[in-house]
């Protein structure tokens, strides 16, 4: 029998999913508003005539597709990376023994007190003496950095029964065969959540593309569609700015559409299948 829910619950929900729609929804009707008409009065937002003339000038752009290309290859490398990465690591700290694991386990966690900007000056000279700027390498092996996927995976595999390793073992399989066979499917949930994750960061990094590619046909779309606009108040307006905010969100909702439901299955900590 379901509990019953009380009126007051819906109100609560429903205020704060409008909190929450609001400013996607004004981000929406701008976008689609001639931008001669927002200069006059950005409150015509709610009223018709609407436009596809913003959509239309994004879409005109020479260079455009080919950031869009670039910060598919370069999201989709980085969350590649990441999740090979992390989940080799968290099995190791959640099941191997090893010298100093406990210690090497704190290292890595200190990773996440230290803001990007406090190595930005080593990492280009680095990446400048290999030659990896204005490159997708030089784009992405920054990214593979992710101390955050390293203790999310370790973890889950920390909840994962030992008994399944030792029963494998048991069956003559290896230590390599049983992380692939055995327990890597059992974390889609934690792989679906951290993949969404890591592609939605680095879809939306404007900090190091920013520094690493300076040629126009390596900018990633963030960089690219900053580049084209500077701000909303030159002749383009500020209809043109939302459509290019709505326009590069587009791929992360499709994303994170597909993956919700291994995404709740994961954050809401249902149990290992």
Known sequence: MRARV????????????????APLLWTVLLSLKA????MRDSGTAFSAPYTLENYHSILNGNMVFRWLLNSVIVST??????LALCSLAGYGFARLEFPFRRTLFVFVLLGLAIPEQAVILPQHRLFADLGLHNSYPGLILPGLAGPFGVFFMTQYFRGIPRDLDEAAMLDGASRLTTFW??????????????????????WNSYWWPLISATRGNMFTLTVGLASAQMNYAQTSGLGFLMAQAVFASIPIFIVYILFQKHIVRAMSGAAVR
């Open 77 to 82: 490398g980085t969350t590649l990376g990441v």
């Open 6 to 21: 009380s009126p007051l619950a819906w109100i609560a929900v429903a205020l704060g999913a409008a909190i929450v729609v």
């Open 181 to 202: 066979k055995v327990l890597l499917p059992l974390t889609m949930p934690a792989q679906a959540t951290l993949g969404v994750f890591t592609f939605l960061a680095s």
């Open 35 to 38: 931008n001669s008409e927002l």
